[in-house]
């Protein structure tokens, strides 16, 4: 299946300045993530019949333009079911259909199938394009540097689970919500667990170290300047710590942290 990338200049704080929204299939196609409108994107979208309008997840720098891309095409505007409101808050769109895991929007002989992939957030699906082919994975990887998985809004045990799950399938690449294609899915994918273990380690070390605030165990947990990424390497912390609590492997109350007690 065709996948068309388009980076759309977006005014959030989404890594490079901009989110990547694709097109999947030629004519008709579905529209995934239409972040904010730009000539470019409003040229492909004229090219082609877009039948389907749907997200990855619903944070800000996703969903900028669903409505406009929406009204214009006349499209069929999906949300994931138990998500509606959400999606109809971050979107000011109604959706006219629901999607879950295993939902799959044909295309001509082919089909988008929908997969679940929590973690970054809660509502996040990736979408296959055709049988075995490329998953668009939204925020679940990026080729270079590592994705936020902050608390409340992310949960570290799914986001692990979904980055297993997406090695497991092994597709030829992805295509993720910021940055270059990711043609070594399987090496980004260890690279980015591998990255996530280490953080796990480093924020046990600081608690089994006498750390137990957030903040004093965010000092102990990371040794680079966090100017400017300071609030987000904190609500990854957080996350960390909610993991290795639900695992028992220390105590956190969500005030302070201490070593699991014999």
Known sequence: MDVTRCAVPVA???PTGETNAYLLGEDPAVLVDPAARSDDLDDLVSDRGVDHVLVTHTHPDHVGAVAAYADETDATVWAR????DRFRDATGCEPDRTLAPG????????RVRVLDAPGHAPDHVALEAGRGGPICCGDCAVREGSVVVGAPE???RAYVTT???LWAMDPPSLYPGHGPAIDA????L?????????RERTVLAAVEGGADTLEEILEAAYEKDLSGVRDLAR?????HLEKLAVERRLEWDGERAAPVRE
């Open 185 to 188: 899915p399987r090496e980004t």
């Open 190 to 198: 260890e690279r980015l667990l591998t990255h996530r273990q280490r």
């Open 154 to 156: 992310g949960d570290m």
């Open 81 to 84: 079911y138990g998500r509606t």
């Open 103 to 110: 939902t799959t929007i044909p295309l001509g002989d082919d």
């Open 163 to 165: 980055l297993r799950r």
């Open 12 to 14: 959030t704080r989404a």
């Open 235 to 239: 609500t990854t912390v957080r996350a």
